[in-house]
Structure formats: structure tokens, C-alpha cells
């Protein structure tokens, strides 16, 4: 089956630094990826939608030019989180669309804490 | 804008008993699909099934099922023979046909007790 691979798992990062989340489809070209947000215990909160070739649509009141979102390939897709703050910490995670009418394929998700 | 609503925080079930777990949504679009998926300790994001609106025959997969009443906006899954496995955070999500975006529940906790 589908198979989307996002590292890294987790990672520390100082305050002021950037942090990027790369995220790989593994058996199929992904024409659409989205970037998720959750907080502990609660939903995934859609960031942004990406499709390849093409700039990300960002979700209202998401930064773009915090979470920058680059989809260069049809099996890569990177979440940067730039100047990153203790406020940015949290879990996210990918997931990826191969065309319409397939299903949406989860990465393991990145926990990031800004220290 | 689609909104979900999973008004069970939290559940809890005998295991081999079933459950039921509820979601009502409200959309506009007439073409769209449910999903449920299942998110356990990892936090991996596991599909567990899938409707599309256009279709009147609940989904079934093994011992999953889900209880799709178009009219009201109600999609429940109904997991039979509860197994320990099945612990796990249970989001459902509406998504528009074309649009693709998935717009998450706010989660039930299932607990099995053994």
C-alpha cells in the first residue's frame, strides 16, 4: 500500500533557529500534500495544502512566512519552520494524495519542541 | 465551511462487546466522502473506513461498520468484537469530492477494557 515517510520523528531546536520537516512518498507520486498541526489532545488542524510545482494555499491565520512549504517534487514535500519560537512546539504531521478519488496516506508525524 | 462534530470525548467498551461512536457533520456540498481514521499511541493516522455520500450502502470492513445517514449528516462507526488493539483516538472527516481537504472531528478517546 501507500507508504509516506516524514522525518525527522523529533527534534529539539533553540529559540530563533529554523527546523525543517521533510516529508517522501515512497511508492507513489503525490500530485497533493497537507500539512497538519496538533496540538496534545486535540485535532488535527489543517496548515496547508500543496501541490506539486506550485506555491502552498495556507489555511487562514496560518503564517506562510513562518511555515514555509516547498513541494519541488511529486514525492517531496518540506515544512520549514523559521525562526521558531516555544509557541511553535507541537506535533505534525503530512499526509499525501496520489489524484482524486484515492485515499489520504498519514506520515508518523514530527514532534518539535522549541527550547 | 465544513464543521464536525464527535460530541463523545471519550468511550469506553467490554472487549469482544461493540460500540458505537457518533459524528455529525454540516456541509454544503452534495459530493463528499467520510472518513474515519484512528490515531493510537504512535499518533500514526490510520484509515480505518471510508463512504462516499453518493453511495446509500453503508461501508463495512471486517469488524467495522458505519451507520451513514445522509439526510440528517450522520456518519457513526460501529466497531464489533472489540479487540485491546482497537485503543486508540477516533477522528472523523468529511471531505468535499475535488477539494480534498479533510476537516477533522475533534476526537473520541477509546478505551477497551480487558
Known amino acids: 500500500g501507500a507508504v509516506v515517510s516524514q522525518h525527522p520523528s523529533w527534534v529539539i531546536c533553540k529559540s530563533g533557529t529554523s527546523v525543517k520537516i521533510e516529508c517522501r512518498s515512497l511508492?507513489?507520486?503525490?500530485?497533493?500534500m497537507f500539512w497538519y498541526r496538533q496540538f496534545p489532545k486535540q485535532s488535527l488542524m489543517l496548515m496547508a495544502t500543496?501541490?506539486?510545482?506550485?506555491?502552498?494555499?495556507?489555511e487562514q491565520g496560518v503564517e506562510k512566512d513562518k511555515f514555509l512549504i516547498n513541494h519541488a517534487s511529486l514525492t517531496l514535500s518540506t515544512l520549514t519552520v523559521t525562526s521558531a519560537h516555544p509557541e511553535d512546539s507541537s506535533f505534525y504531521i503530512c499526509?499525501?494524495?496520489?489524484?482524486?478519488?484515492?485515499?489520504?496516506?498519514f506520515g508518523s508525524g514530527t514532534r518539535l519542541t522549541v527550547v | 465551511a465544513q464543521t464536525v462534530t464527535q460530541s463523545q470525548p471519550e468511550m469506553s467498551v467490554q472487549e469482544a462487546e461493540t460500540v458505537t461512536l457518533s459524528c455529525t457533520y454540516d456541509?454544503?456540498?452534495?459530493?463528499?466522502?467520510l472518513f474515519w481514521y484512528k490515531q493510537p499511541p504512535s499518533r500514526q493516522m490510520i484509515l480505518v473506513i471510508r463512504?462516499?455520500?453518493?453511495?446509500?450502502q453503508n461501508a463495512t470492513e471486517n469488524r467495522f461498520s458505519v451507520n451513514f445517514q445522509k439526510a440528517a449528516k450522520s456518519f457513526s462507526l460501529k466497531i464489533s468484537d472489540s479487540q485491546l488493539g482497537d485503543a486508540a483516538m477516533y477522528f472523523c472527516?468529511?471531505?468535499?469530492?475535488?477539494?480534498?481537504?479533510?476537516?477533522f472531528g475533534t476526537g473520541t478517546r477509546l478505551t477497551i477494557i480487558p
Open positions: 463512504q462516499e455520500a453518493y453511495k446509500q
Open positions: 500543496s501541490n506539486e510545482g506550485s506555491k502552498a494555499t495556507y
Open positions: 472527516a468529511p471531505g468535499r469530492i475535488g477539494n480534498e481537504k479533510l476537516t
Open positions: 511508492d507513489f507520486q503525490a500530485t497533493t
Open positions: 499526509s499525501a494524495r496520489a489524484a482524486a478519488n484515492y485515499g489520504y496516506t
Open positions: 456541509t454544503s456540498e452534495s459530493d463528499y466522502y
